[in-house]
C-alpha cells in the first residue's frame, strides 16, 4: 500500500507564514512529479505549484514570490512553504504524487488535505 501523509496546516493571521509537508510512503519504487492543490469553499480544486524530481518548479500567478515548493528525494517528501499569508489563501491543501510502485504500478496518489485558514 502506498500513501501520502500531511502535515502544517493550521489558522494563522494575515501576513503570517505557516509550511505544509506531504511524505509519501509504501512500496515505491521512484517519484516523479509532486505538488500541491487547493479548494476553497465552493470553488474547484486548482494547482499551487508543482516540482519535477529534477527540481524544476511552477507556481500558480496568484502565489509566486510567496510560496515556494521543495523536496527531499531520499524521503519522499515534498514541502510547501507559505509566507505572507492572505484571507484569500484560504482552502484545504492537498498534495499529489506521480509514483512508481515496486510492482511496476503507475499510481497518481492524493494526500488526504490539510486545512489552511487565515484569519485575523
Known amino acids: 500500500q502506498v500513501q501520502l501523509v500531511e502535515s502544517g496546516g493550521g489558522l494563522v493571521q494575515p501576513g503570517g507564514s505557516l509550511r505544509l509537508s506531504c511524505a509519501a510512503s509504501?512500496?515505491?519504487?521512484?517519484?516523479?512529479?509532486m505538488g500541491w492543490y487547493r479548494q476553497a469553499p465552493g470553488k474547484q480544486r486548482e494547482l499551487v505549484a508543482a516540482?519535477?524530481?529534477?527540481?524544476?518548479?511552477n507556481y500558480a500567478d496568484s502565489v509566486k514570490g510567496r510560496f515556494t515548493i521543495s523536496r527531499d528525494n531520499a524521503k519522499n517528501t515534498v514541502y510547501l512553504q507559505m509566507n505572507s499569508l492572505k484571507p484569500e489563501d484560504t482552502a484545504v491543501y492537498y498534495c499529489?504524487?506521480?509514483?512508481?510502485?515496486?510492482?511496476?504500478?503507475?499510481?497518481?496518489?492524493w494526500g488526504q488535505g490539510t486545512q489552511v485558514t487565515v484569519s485575523s
Open positions: 499529489d504524487a506521480d509514483t512508481l510502485t515496486t510492482g511496476l504500478h503507475l499510481l497518481r496518489l
Open positions: 509504501g512500496s515505491i519504487f521512484s517519484i516523479n512529479a
Open positions: 516540482i519535477t524530481n529534477g527540481g524544476s518548479t
